[in-house]
């Protein structure tokens, strides 16, 4: 029996060695980047893997708000990052939202310039500055939350940007890979208005590249996709990235290399390759 055992185990210790890393090697696609009003998503897709986070004991509105998983354990060291530095008195008010909210939310903001004695067209074009059409909304994705504090009874107004928590996200969500997603100034390019309480999972280190370079999701496609520059950076840690486009995920080896892949879309609008070039650390890194 023994004899057997350990005829099995050198079998699996064999296969391990000689099982080539190749195409066959599961890819690991990281969260898909763009959700706007240009790159929609239909109306039954969901995220696969969500969590309350009332349930991870992080501050929240509604009990029923819930985040994709990933997303939401970063949120947890989010704000832990935040409460050590003093910072208390934040309030989670919003994340994963149906298709049929979204379509909700719009319908009565729609309603509500009607009242006031605005066009159907007129309307529409005001509902779609402040409320995403639905299908558009990054919160369907389970990606995004919107921030306040228990200081403003959890409103989201610019009152946001000047609270102590609001001034804290701005300079320090990247490091946790969350990115503030409208900024102000780039609404023609996000086709949202400023939200200082409007924060996306995008993960490490397209947090931090966004962070440093004033970037908008937008705009780090259009440099990385329409004008095929590559951008490389080095951590904190000392871990240098290279980033790039490619049109299909192609044979990296993600397992062994530290790639990571980002659809950037929809099927046929590419990706974003994330290659680890040099890491002092041995193990491969994990990073979003
Ligand atoms: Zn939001």
Redesign the pocket.
């Known amino acids: 029996m023994k004899k057997m055992l350990t005829s099995v185990l050198c079998l699996m210790l064999l296969f391990s060695l000689v099982l080539p890393a190749s195409a066959e090697t599961p890819k690991d696609f990281s969260c898909r980047l763009l959700y706007n009003p240009w790159n929609s998503m239909g109306a039954d897709e969901a995220p696969e893997d969500m969590v309350s986070l009332y349930s991870l004991s992080i501050v929240v509105s509604l009990s029923s708000i819930k985040l994709d998983r990933q997303s939401a354990s970063f949120a947890r060291a989010m704000f832990d990052a935040m409460i050590q530095d003093g910072v208390t008195n934040y309030m989670v008010v919003?994340g994963y939202r149906t298709y049929a909210k979204q379509q909700q939310l719009y319908a009565d903001k729609l309603a509500s310039y009607k009242a006031l004695g605005y066009s159907d067209e007129q309307a529409d074009q005001l509902t779609r500055t402040i409320v995403a059409v639905p299908g558009t909304?990054?919160?369907q994705s389970g990606l995004?939350?919107?921030i306040s504090n228990t200081a403003q009874g959890g409103t989201l107004s610019g009152n946001v940007e000047k609270s102590a928590v609001g001034a804290w996200l701005k300079e320090r969500a990247w490091e946790f890979g969350y990115t503030l997603r409208y900024p102000k100034d780039k609404s023609n390019l996000t086709g949202i208005i400023y939200?200082p309480?409007?924060f996306r999972f995008v993960g490490a280190p397209h947090a931090q590249i966004l962070q440093e370079r004033s970037l908008c999701l937008e705009e780090y496609i259009t440099l990385t996709k329409e004008q095929g520059r590559t951008v490389t950076f080095t951590d904190k840690n000392g871990i240098s990235y290279r980033i790039s486009y490619a049109d299909t995920p192609g044979d990296y080896d993600l397992t062994e290399t530290g790639v990571s892949i980002n659809p950037i879309a929809n099927e046929g609008d590419g990706y974003l390759v994330t290659e680890i070039i040099h890491s002092p650390l041995k193990t491969p890194l994990r990073w979003s």
Do not use: K, Y
Request: hydrophobic share 30%; aromatic share 10%; glycine share 0%.
């Open positions: 919003s909304s990054e919160h995004a939350m919107d939200e309480w409007h």
